[in-house]
């Protein structure tokens, strides 16, 4: 099996906080919640929107939401990405100024919100996206779904985290969590970039539920195959079926549903062997009690 | 017991949609999944937001949004509300210009996106609120935590749908759903609003995760005990005590752990009294196979 490129580091101390509390028995314990700090984006001279992370991978987180939102294109060159800790702040620089920064300052006098007008370009780029007809194999999905689930992480640590994972074939090849509900997919997609990562039979696994945004970043990243532990939402199904991605939901041990682009399923598994997720490993975080 | 005042309607078919697909055997199924649709929202002719929604209480959404981001005041006068469900709009009213107009149009200039600038202007207040001391007693949490979990919504007919509920001593009284992230706490504040609801004895409980967000929501509300099915972020557990937040999380069965306020909670109830969840209750979605 490959090694991992990225992978959780639940034992760093930069990304967790011990705390104490009580328990419902009223007995004193303590715990680790992940930390959770704001990072302001900037695109040159224009800030962009401040998220909140669990701070690794900054300038991946940067870059991955620029072009998420179609903010960058692979056409732009960057010339910096910035990142400075001490006032929670990353400048991603270009070599001249990107057609996103001049639509923005024409925008903001009418709109006043970037976030409004965001929207509309994230769905340009969307309708021009061809996804190729590559296959999953089911056996695939039961490889990667028990390999993510066991790898140690931040969410097996101290919970309250999503995690996704870029996958190829039946290999999790890069895999970062955050707090932010989409900040994991941005790191991802701006790991991608940075290193020149082909999109080839890749596949995109996320904690999160099956949203709109999530199939936009999907798409956007054109990856053609989406998987997901949660569920599902309608608009979500119906913008994944215009653009031909297989969306695959409540993933969970033998089970799984596709509501989306199911031509590229080849089932090649008998479920009836796959065994039921360990009670531990059900994305649950754990407590421990204090030693006295 | 006093009745729901507001309460899921998983009957209600403008909110699921019924979708094909197939399942881990590739037998041909039939699910019910959240819908999601945009609305923007407006403060006099001032856009100020596109949230992701499933369309019920606009106007409440509205209201709580501009409500918990400090955009509106208890003393600016609404004159009006009008939802335009053709165009996805909702228009809020105040007899004259609000502060929030005023100063976000100074500020787009030099940072333009609401996003950042607003997150400073909620700070402001959330520095002043002081809760009151109020009791919580472990059996109101148990009764509490029963009653919302087996009570019919949209989450147990359709999944991926967050819920939030304004409980009051051990009952249940405004119980909200929504598919974005803090649309279900922000439609419970408009309603408190618009119907003239007091905080006192309030408990507010939430299936979403306890992040700074979502602490910096229950005291805008001036409501002393979140509590949460999920886990904590350590931003989350600061805020909370910096404001003197009773901060539960991890509620589920006889379980629960109490990070911040601990001083309201009064230990009644015997845990091993309580019954394990039902796993058809574990908030997980149903599917529905096909009958041919």
Not at 65 to 81: A, K, R, S
Request: proline share 4%; hydrophobic share 35%.
């Amino acid at each position: 099996m490959k090694k991992y490129l990225v992978q959780p580091e639940p034992g760093n101390p930069a990304l967790t906080e011990s705390v104490d509390g009580v328990d419902h028995t009223n007995t004193a314990i303590n715990t680790r919640v992940p930390v959770e700090r704001p990072l302001t984006l900037f695109l040159n001279s224009q800030e962009i929107v401040t998220v909140m992370t669990i701070g690794d991978f900054p300038e991946d987180l940067a870059l991955g939401f620029l072009l998420n939102q179609n903010m960058l294109t692979h056409e732009d060159l960057v010339t910096g990405i910035e990142h400075e800790p001490d006032i929670d702040v990353v400048v991603v620089r270009t070599e001249r100024e990107t057609d996103y920064e001049e639509k923005l300052s024409k925008k903001t006098r009418t709109s006043g919100c970037a976030q409004g007008t965001a929207f509309g370009d994230v769905m340009e780029k969307f309708e021009s996206v061809a996804l190729p007809d590559t296959t999953l194999k089911t056996s695939w999905l039961y490889a990667l779904s028990k390999n993510i689930n066991t790898t140690p992480s931040l969410y097996l640590e101290a919970g309250a985290i999503h995690g996704c994972v870029l996958c190829e074939r039946d290999e999790p090849l890069v895999y970062m969590e955050d707090v932010g509900r989409h900040n994991a997919v941005d790191k991802i997609a701006g790991y991608m970039y940075r290193k020149g990562l082909s999109v080839d039979e890749k596949i995109l696994y996320t904690t999160g539920r099956l949203t709109s945004e999530m199939v936009i970043k999907a798409v956007q990243m054109e990856i053609p195959i989406l998987i997901s532990r949660s569920g599902f939402t309608a608009w979500g199904v119906e913008l994944a079926r215009q653009a031909n991605l297989t969306l695959i939901g409540r993933m969970k041990g033998k089970r799984f549903i596709a509501l989306s682009g199911t031509h590229r399923i080849e089932y090649d598994a008998d479920p009836d062997t796959i065994p039921a997720e360990l009670s531990h490993l059900q994305r649950k975080a754990s407590t421990k009690r204090n030693a006295d």
